[in-house]
């Protein structure tokens, strides 16, 4: 047994070398908007709740009414996105406040869906649009276990299912004109334009009135950034987003990935070890293999 | 002093049809559906009961910087013999603009019916008393405004602002006020006053407000600004015919576009419905439906409210600053579907029962002879 | 000293009242499969936008995968660490491998909402996300399932005319083959633990660890040694054949010591990231980590005892083990995930009893092919 337990930590030691070299990988970079992003920028002190915003969304993108809110038929009633409804306005309202709060896909400048997706039918496209190809989904879900804002939505009652989900009015951006919420509003509670702009007007209007909103801009920082901006009077917490902290979604899991599999090094290197530790095995022993 | 005859009396005697008194109460009814203790009967038999008892109030009415807007509300009805009505059922026994009498008769009027009616009448102000200069720019018979008002409404028994020049100084008011305009309550104190804002304010919710005294003894119930709270306890928004469209985000562009010919919601051209406190929504004017603002496709201008009438301009948008949400938003947390208790019980039945097995035929194996 | 010619078919007759239950439970499976073709996931399943993943994924992929890396965990004991002597445990452990790892993947056909663009994942290399870690399970899962049938090919055509000519040819090959039929689940079932790290702040702590994919591998390959033991006593009783017992024992000792080694590195892990607290706590994620945590002591301790003749504790340690592994991904993919809310889910009705039946035809084919092809081996006296 020595010739073989000789070779087999010899093989080992190889291995890991190999497959060390290569995994000393840089930790993932930040991700940055890209110079063309475009945004939203959602104005809680600006939003009357009329929901002109998802019936325009609707129109424009061909979706059908809810028929069953709150699971008794309630019609035009969605209690949150869903395969009809890509965007909605929830409301908070506790003893001592109250706000609507418009959601909607926020087309992060780091997405976890688009991470998740296996054969790119969620990616990151012109203006930093979060665009869907159904041509290319599988229906895994995986997305939906991915988005951290439990964005993406699932066409459950098809029987040919696709995945739902804002997609800032791709093709009318691709007409020069503006998404179909922002254009509708009737207080500018939810602007489009370009997203270094909206970030500008934001810190603008924190700085003019300070006492009126929660010092920060939600999507500045957070969960690596996202195109879609908000500004508040409550807590946003208050308003179901539920993550501060600033770390890219697929951060950990790609930089592990990325580091065991970096050019496929270590699964080669492994294939070897594994097959010269057998190979002198069989010799050691002259059997024939099964 | 004169005691008045009551009301049914009167119509009685000047040969008024009941049917056009009911028809009177009927839009009393309309007028005033709630909140008022003459209106509060099922039906207007009723309410005519209640009215016909009361004693014919006397009311003085007095002009001061005015358009006379207030008593046309009055008198445009569509149907003259109500006009006729109204005179019968209050007795306007001073009012320059219909009155017969002019000149020192006209004073002279007016002197008979404060000492006739001392301490009872109502006087009714139309249009805003000027300040400056000492009242200056107003006077009538030698008296500047603000003396003749203070001298009118000592003797009487309550008084009501018509209209919103009375009510806050209305449009002389605005901008750079000339003359000093202010409403009747800066000048009168230490008497009942109601206001009855607008430009001009509904002739229903007038004629409810006297009825209700008359019949009563006292003024209807009033918010912080003096305003009987049934007829300006709600904003046009609250009630306006075209509120559906308001919520479901269909608006008028431009005057004259295919929105604005659909009668779609005029807050994008300035409607100031959300912030004025006022009755129109559902008592319009000159006795035909949609004869209001907003039901001819103009935006409300907010005439009866100080802070906005003839200072926000017309078409500018309005903040609003109230949303009254509807109660089916969806919460931020949503329940969606939850456990269904016959999957539960299967699963837990068929786990149970594979575990059940397995230790089962581990005793048997452990029971087994030995190889 | 080659086993293969001691392989033989179990033979008997197949359709023995107890296998007619298994067509019955199969068949039932199967039309309630063509049902979910129907009217859609959504009427079939309890899984909506808050559990995207369910009981298919859960238990027929994962824990199913896992539980089915029999071959694997035996292959590197075999051939790595050169113990011959468990070779005649190798061809049945990838029989239950090979059809373990292929209902994996019908499974996963059936999960799919657009099934129809499966076949694009192993051809449209273009469009292949290369940060995806499903993209590498799903990749490495197809060519593992193949690689598992060419390793039991020996069996399946030994008794046909083709024996002879591809014979000497897969002896030769095999080595390659059986060297990628280890290498491949490394890389899966290690991904298929780095998966649910992508849910990043919606895993629970106690489960949301940088070290994920490597207790998912330490975990495969306890499952897969007990999973063996399993198989190997079902089979000697149900075939009435004699057992390798004594090379069970060895089997389970590895996996219940494995279980345990896990264990100490998850409290490390727990330790180190400052999470030690949430383990005391008297809720459902406290609770069911407790429950997991017994479950791995639980082997050890029933192994560490002289139990040399006792194969009911020893089944008793593999049931543990088994179990222990399939909570741990039951609560890595259900349990831990956290999508806020106003979610629920279990599975419905439907769902139970299609996973019941596609582990029933699994289990009817294991029978059936044991008994038509030299799977299993005669006896061999081990001490």
């Not at chain 2, 009855?196 to 918010?223: H, I, M, Q, R, W």
């Not at chain 3, 373990?100 to 273009?126: C, H, Q």
């Not at chain 3, 940088?210 to 009783?237: K, Q």
């Not at chain 3, 010591?257 to 330790?271: E, H, I, P, T």
């Amino acid at each position: 047994m020595d010739t073989s337990r000789r070779s087999l930590f010899k093989g080992l030691a190889a291995a890991a070398t190999l497959s060390v070299i290569p995994a000393t990988a840089a930790a993932r970079e930040k991700r940055l908007a890209p110079s063309d992003a475009v945004g939203m920028l959602y104005d809680t002190t600006r939003c009357i709740g009329c929901r002109a915003c998802t019936v325009a969304c609707k129109e424009a993108n061909k979706l059908k009414a809810d028929v069953d809110g709150y699971g008794a038929g309630l019609y035009d009633a969605p209690e949150g996105l869903n395969e009809y409804t890509k965007t909605v306005i929830q409301l908070h309202r506790d003893d001592t406040t109250s706000s609507f709060v418009k959601k909607q896909c926020m087309h992060c400048i780091d997405p976890a869906c688009v991470g998740a997706c296996m054969l790119s039918a969620l990616k990151k496209g012109p203006f930093g649009v979060v665009s869907y190809d159904p041509d290319k989904c599988v229906g895994c879900r995986y997305c939906e276990v991915a988005c951290p804002f439990n964005v993406p939505k699932f066409q459950w009652s098809n029987t040919t299912p696709k995945i739902v989900k804002c997609e800032l009015c791709r093709d009318r951006l691709a007409e020069g004109k503006e998404p179909a919420c922002t254009e509708v509003c009737p207080r500018q509670a939810v602007i489009y334009g370009n997203y270094a702009d909206l970030l500008n007007e934001a810190r603008g209007r924190l700085a003019a009135s300070p006492n009126k909103y929660i010092p920060k801009i939600y999507g500045e920082h957070e969960l690596g950034g996202t195109q879609v901006l908000y500004l508040s009077h409550v807590p946003f917490e208050e308003l179901g987003f539920r993550f501060s902290d600033t770390q890219a979604v697929p951060h950990t899991q790609q930089t592990i990935q990325h580091g065991v599999y970096k050019g496929f090094a270590a699964p080669v290197a492994l294939y070897a070890l594994l097959g010269a530790v057998m190979f002198r095995n069989r010799g050691a022993k002259g059997e024939r293999d099964e | 002093m004169r005691e008045q005859l009551t009301i049914a009396q009167q119509l009685e005697r000047s040969g008024v049809s009941r049917r056009h008194f009911m028809t009177f109460c009927g839009k009393l009814m309309v007028a005033a559906p709630f909140g008022l203790a003459i209106t509060s009967s099922l039906s207007p038999a009723a309410v005519a009961a209640t009215v016909g008892r009361a004693r014919r109030p006397s009311v003085i009415w007095l002009h001061m910087q005015d358009c006379t807007g207030c008593t046309e509300t009055l008198l445009r009805t569509s149907q003259p013999d109500l006009a006729s009505l109204l005179f019968d059922v209050i007795s306007l026994d001073y009012h320059e603009t219909v009155m017969a009498a002019s000149g020192t008769d006209a004073e002279a009027a007016l002197h008979d019916a404060m000492d006739q009616n001392d301490g009872k009448f109502i006087l009714v102000v139309e249009g805003s008393i000027p300040t400056k200069e000492n009242g200056a720019y107003l006077k009538i018979a030698g008296r500047n405004g603000i003396d003749m008002l203070r001298d009118v409404a000592s003797r009487s028994a309550a008084v009501i602002s018509m209209g919103s020049c009375a009510s806050w100084g209305g449009l002389p008011s605005t901008t750079i006020n000339p003359t000093g305009a202010t409403g009747v309550d800066s000048i009168v104190k230490g008497k009942p006053i109601v206001n009855l804002p607008g430009c001009p304010p509904n002739p229903y919710v007038f004629f409810a407000t006297v009825l209700e005294y008359a019949s009563t003894g006292k003024p209807p119930k009033v918010d912080a600004l003096g305003r009987p709270k049934f007829a300006y306890d709600r904003t046009i928004h609250d009630h306006c015919p075209r509120r559906a469209h308001f919520d479901a985000g269909r608006f008028a562009g431009q005057f004259g576009d295919s929105g604005h010919r659909s009668g779609w919601c005029l807050y994008k051209l300035g409607c100031k419905g959300p912030v004025t406190h006022a009755p129109c929504s559902t008592r319009h004017f000159n006795e035909v439906v949609d004869a209001w603002p907003i039901g001819i496709g103009h935006p409300c201008v907010g005439c009866t409210e100080k802070d906005i009438a003839f200072t926000i301009p017309v078409h500018t948008t309005v903040n609003i600053e109230r949303p009254m949400p509807p109660d089916t938003y969806p919460a931020i947390n949503a329940e969606h579907a939850g456990i269904s208790p016959l999957a539960t019980g299967v699963a837990g039945i068929v786990g149970g029962a594979l575990i059940g097995a397995g230790l089962l035929a581990s005793r048997n194996l452990s029971n087994e002879p030995k190889e | 000293m080659s086993e293969r010619d001691d392989a033989k078919p179990a033979g008997g007759p197949l359709l023995t009242r107890g296998y007619l239950i298994l067509l019955a439970l199969s068949a039932l499976g199967v039309v309630l499969i063509l049902w979910r073709f129907i009217v859609g996931l959504g009427v079939a399943t309890a899984m909506n936008d808050g559990y995207p993943l369910g009981l298919w994924i859960t238990l027929d992929v994962v824990t199913g995968t896992a539980l089915a890396c029999g071959g694997y965990a035996l292959a590197l004991l075999v051939y790595i660490f050169n113990r011959g002597k468990y070779h005649p445990l190798v061809r049945p452990a990838i029989l239950t491998s090979a059809l373990g790892y292929t209902m994996a993947g019908l499974s996963v056909a059936i999960d799919l909402g657009r099934p129809w663009n499966m076949w694009k994942i192993p051809l449209f290399f273009r469009d292949w996300n290369l940060n995806s870690a499903l993209l590498e399970v799903a990749l490495c899962i197809m060519a593992y399932v193949f690689v598992l049938w060419v390793e039991l090919s020996p069996a399946l055509i030994a008794k046909t005319r083709y024996a002879e000519r591809v014979t000497p040819f897969l002896d030769k090959a095999l080595l390659w083959v059986i060297a990628l039929g280890m290498l491949l689940p490394t890389m899966h079932q290690s991904s298929l633990g780095a998966l649910m790290l992508l849910a990043g702040p919606r895993l629970h702590p106690l489960w949301n660890t940088p070290l994920l994919p490597l207790l998912f591998l330490m975990t495969c390959v306890a499952m897969g040694y007990a999973m063996v033991v399993f198989e190997a006593i079902f089979s000697s009783r149900f075939f009435r054949r004699p057992s390798h017992t004594a090379m069970l024992y060895t089997l389970q000792k590895f996996a219940a010591w494995g279980g345990m080694v896990f264990v100490v590195v998850r409290f490390v892990d727990l330790a180190v990231r400052g999470r030690l607290a949430l383990v005391g706590q008297l809720d459902l994620y406290g609770v069911m980590f407790g429950i997991e945590t017994l479950l791995w002591v639980l082997p050890a301790v029933l192994a560490s005892r002289t139990h040399a003749n006792d194969p009911g504790r020893l089944f008793r340690g593999a049931m543990c083990t088994a179990i222990a592994g399939g909570l741990y991904r039951f609560d890595t993919f259900l349990v831990a995930f956290q999508p806020g809310p106003g979610w629920h889910y279990f599975p419905s009705v439907p769902e139970l009893f299609i996973s019941a039946g596609l582990i029933s035809i699994e289990l009817a084919a294991f029978i059936a092919l044991v008994k038509w092809f030299p799977i299993l081996g005669g006896i061999r006296s081990e001490t």
